[in-house]
């Protein structure tokens, strides 16, 4: 499975940016699709995920302020990022799994918050 992620860049605080991350290869149903972060000194974090069906798990910190969905004929995920916060820079990683497997993992792009 290859994951490729497209969006990250540089932002002021208040602004948006969307991210999106195409997975290809050997793509099975049903599965979850999501993004992590990790900030510099920190572990890696969950900041949303998204099933096939549409149910959605939300980091506390990220709720009200990102939306994730899905295309599930393109096997690609997006994360729609409003009100960005210094504290949301981070390099944010695609991830995909099958129900109980491991995740497969993107490159990261780097989401840059400016104060």
């Known amino acids: 499975v290859q994951l490729q ?13 969307r991210l999106s991350c195409a997975a290809s290869g050997s ?3 049903p599965n979850v699709m999501g993004w992590y972060r990790q ?3 920190k572990q890696r974090d969950l900041v949303a995920i998204i099933t ?4 959605t798990n939300y980091a506390d910190s990220v709720k009200g302020r990102f939306t ?3 295309d599930n004929a393109k096997n690609t995920v997006y994360l729609q990022m409003n009100s ?3 504290e949301d820079t981070a ?3 695609c991830a995909y799994r099958v129900f ?3 995740y497969y993992w993107g490159k990261g792009t780097l989401v840059t918050v400016s104060s």
Do not use: D, E
């Open 84 to 86: 960005l916060k210094p």
């Open 68 to 70: 994730i969905s899905r």
């Open 39 to 41: 900030a510099p000194g």
């Open 27 to 29: 793509i099975f149903s």
């Open 100 to 102: 109980n497997t491991g």
């Open 5 to 17: 992620a497209f969006g990250g860049g540089l932002v002021q605080a208040g602004g948006s940016l």
């Open 52 to 55: 096939t069906g549409g149910s």
């Open 91 to 93: 390099v944010y990683y």
